[in-house]
C-alpha cells in the first residue's frame, strides 16, 4: 500500500549549517557515551514523521523505528503479534464464525517512551484518526471497512466490518501496512493531525526514540530502554540525508556512512568492491512500473498502453542496468504474492506488433519518425525520479525503445518528494506517465492500487484505472477465507491487467542492503522495513 514506499528522493531544500554544526558535537558526544552507534544513508527525507501523513517507502521505513504495529511479519513472511498477544484466527476466537468481527488483545508491557502504557483507546483513536475526514489521510482503504471499534478494557479491542474483507489483519496496523499505532493522550486533544508539532517531535513505543531532527542534514535516534523486547544494543543510529545514490557510494567508501538499504542496484559492482562490509539481497513485494494516467488523451485507449509496454525489451533493462539483479519476467508476482500465477506470462516484446497497434489506433507514422493522429504527434512525458542513477538509465532506455516505434517521451525529473506529495502530479493526475517503483502487501488483495473507489486522491490508484468486472471480482475474493478460491479469483485479475494495461509491469526489485561487516543479526524481511528486526542487531 504504500506504494510510493521506496525510491531515490531529493533533499527538502533548507538551510542547515548552524543545525548541522551542533548536530555534529551531539552526535560525537553520544558516540562517545554509547560506544556503538550506526550512520545509515537516508536518501528521503520525510515531511513529517507522523504516519498519517505518506511520504514514500522510503520515509516509511522509519516507522519501524519509532512506532510498534499490532501484528508484523517474520522472515519467512509469517504473520506473527507485536503489540498483540497473538494473531487472530477463528481457531483461537479472534475472527468470528461470520468472519465479521476481530478481537485484538494487546500485550501489557508496551508502553510509550514517556511512560505512559499503549492501550486498546491508542489503537481505537488511531483508527478514528485515519477515518476523520479533517485528517488529511491519504489513503483510508480497510479501514473504511470498518463498522465500529470497541475498547472492553485496556487491553481488548474488538473491532465489527460492515463487510468480509479476507486480510483484514494484516490492514489493520499490520507490519506493512500504511499505519503503526499513535498515542492517544498525546494527541487525541487536536481537532485535526495534520499540523502539530508531534510530527517533528513524536512519541512512539518502538525500539527508537527521536533525540534530534537536524533538517537537511540528519535524524538522530536513541535507544529505548523501556522497550518492551528491552534496549537495542546499538545505542544510537544517525539517519544522514544522502540524496544521491553516487555519493552514498563515496560515503559508503569514506565511512561517512556505515551502511545503505535498498542500494541503488546499477551501483552494485562498486557496492560491492568497498571493504569491510557485505551486501545482503532480499525478496520484496517491490516491482517496477510504467504508471499510465488512463484518463490522459494518449494513454485512454489500452491498446495504446499495450503496444507502448510490449516496445519495451524488461530483459535488457533488467540485464543492463539493474545487472541482473532484478527478475523481468515476475514483476507481478509482487503485487499477487501468494496468488501469483505464473501461468499468466508476460507480455512480449515486440516492436513490430507494437508499431502495428499504434497505426490500428490511428497514430499514423511521419516523416520525422514521429506518429500523429488528428495532427498531433505522439509526444508522452515520462517522470523519473532524481538522485538514482538506474532510474535515470531506465528512463533514456524506454525512451529509445519507444523512439523506434514513433512514440516521442520527452523525460522529466522530479525528487520523488515532489512526486509522491499530496499537491504533487500523481495524487492531482497531471501527468500522462511515470517510471515508478511500488511496494505492495502482504496480501493479494490489490483494489488499494486498482479499485474503482481508490482513485486518486482518494488513494493510490494513480493510474485513475477503473474496470467494474475486475472490481467485482476482488469483492468476491475478499469475501471468502478460501485461499484455493481467492487464488482462483486474483488469477483472473492478473490475466485482465494484461489485457487493460494500466500498470506496464517491468520488474520485480530485489532489495540491495550493503551494512558493515562487524553488524551481525541483521536481516530484512520481503514483507516489512529494514528495521523490523532492529533488536537483533549486534556490532
Not at 45 to 68: H, K, V
Not at 210 to 226: C, K, P, T, V, Y
Request: hydrophobic share 40%; net charge neutral.
Amino acid at each position: 500500500m504504500i506504494a510510493h514506499r521506496r525510491g531515490a528522493v531529493a533533499l527538502l531544500l533548507a538551510s542547515w549549517l548552524v543545525l548541522a554544526s551542533a548536530a555534529c558535537t551531539r552526535t560525537d558526544r553520544v558516540r562517545e557515551s554509547t560506544g556503538n552507534a550506526l550512520t545509515i544513508a537516508q536518501i528521503q527525507e520525510p515531511r513529517s514523521l507522523n504516519p498519517l501523513y505518506l511520504d514514500g517507502y522510503t520515509a516509511g521505513e522509519i516507522d519501524a523505528l519509532l512506532y510498534s504495529f499490532l501484528t508484523t511479519y517474520d522472515l519467512r513472511g509469517n504473520t506473527i503479534p507485536q503489540a498483540a498477544v497473538e494473531v487472530p484466527t477463528q481457531e483461537n476466537g479472534g475472527i468470528s464464525s461470520d468472519g465479521l468481527t476481530y478481537t485484538f488483545r494487546l500485550r501489557h508491557d508496551v508502553r510509550w517512551q514517556d511512560g505512559a502504557p499503549l492501550t486498546s483507546r491508542d489503537v481505537a483513536f488511531t483508527y478514528d484518526a485515519i477515518v476523520r475526514p479533517q485528517n488529511n489521510a491519504l489513503s483510508t482503504y480497510g479501514y473504511d471497512a470498518v463498522a465500529w471499534v470497541r475498547t472492553p478494557d485496556p487491553h481488548t479491542v474488538v473491532v465489527h466490518l460492515k463487510y468480509k474483507l479476507s486480510p483484514f489483519v494484516t490492514y489493520f496496523f499490520g507490519g506493512n501496512s500504511n499505519y503503526p499505532i499513535l498515542p492517544a493522550h498525546v494527541l487525541a486533544r487536536y481537532p485535526d493531525l495534520n499540523r502539530v508539532p508531534f510530527n517533528a517531535d513524536p512519541i512512539g513505543s518502538g525500539p527508537y526514540r527521536l533525540e534530534q531532527w537536524a533538517r537537511g542534514d540528519h535524524m538522530l535516534f536513541i535507544a529505548n530502554a523501556s522497550y518492551y523486547l528491552g534496549a537495542p544494543a546499538i545505542g544510537t543510529i544517525t539517519l544522514k540525508f544522502v540524496p544521491d545514490s553516487q555519493t552514498i557510494v563515496n560515503e559508503l567508501t569514506t565511512g561517512e556512512i556505515d551502511a545503505d538499504f535498498f542500494a541503488d542496484v546499477s551501483k552494485i559492482q562498486q557496492l560491492r568492491a568497498i571493504t569491510g562490509h557485505r551486501i545482503q539481497t532480499a525478496q520484496t513485494t517491490q516491482f517496477g512500473t510504467v504508471l499510465f494516467n488512463t484518463e490522459s488523451f494518449v494513454f485512454s485507449n489500452p491498446a495504446v498502453r499495450r503496444a507502448f509496454a510490449i516496445a519495451i525489451d524488461r530483459r535488457t533493462l533488467a540485464d543492463k542496468i539493474a545487472r541482473g539483479v532484478y527478475d523481468p519476467d515476475t514483476a507481478m508476482k509482487s503485487l499477487f504474492t501468494w496468488a501469483y500465477d505464473p501461468d499468466v506470462g508476460n507480455l512480449p516484446y515486440d516492436p513490430r506488433l507494437a508499431s502495428s497497434m499504434l497505426s490500428s489506433a490511428g497514430w499514423k507514422m511521419g516523416d520525422d519518425g514521429i506518429r500523429r493522429k488528428d495532427g498531433k504527434p505522439l509526444q508522452v512525458e515520462l517522470l523519473i525520479s532524481s538522485g538514482s542513477t538506474a532510474s535515470s538509465n531506465f528512463g533514456d532506455v524506454i525512451a529509445a525503445y519507444e523512439r523506434a516505434v514513433g512514440v516521442e517521451v520527452q523525460l522529466k525529473t522530479l525528487s520523488p518528494a515532489e512526486l509522491t506529495s499530496p499537491s504533487g502530479p500523481l495524487y492531482a493526475g497531471r501527468f500522462q506517465a511515470v517510471l515508478f517503483t511500488e511496494q505492495s502487501q502482504a496480501d493479494p488483495d490489490a483494489r488499494w492500487i486498482l479499485g474503482c473507489s481508490q482513485r486518486a486522491p482518494h488513494g493510490f490508484n494513480f493510474m485513475r484505472f477503473c474496470d467494474p468486472s475486475i472490481d467485482a471480482i476482488f469483492e468476491r475474493a475478499a469475501a471468502t477465507l478460501n485461499v484455493a478460491e481467492r487464488k482462483r479469483y486474483y488469477a483472473v485479475v492478473q490475466r485482465d491487467l494484461l489485457a487493460t494495461e494500466p500498470i506496464d509491469f517491468l520488474y520485480q526489485v530485489v532489495e540491495v542492503d550493503v551494512v558493515p561487516k562487524r553488524l551481525s543479526g541483521y536481516s530484512s524481511s520481503m514483507y516489512t522495513s529494514p528495521y523490523t528486526f532492529v533488536n537483533d542487531w549486534r556490532l
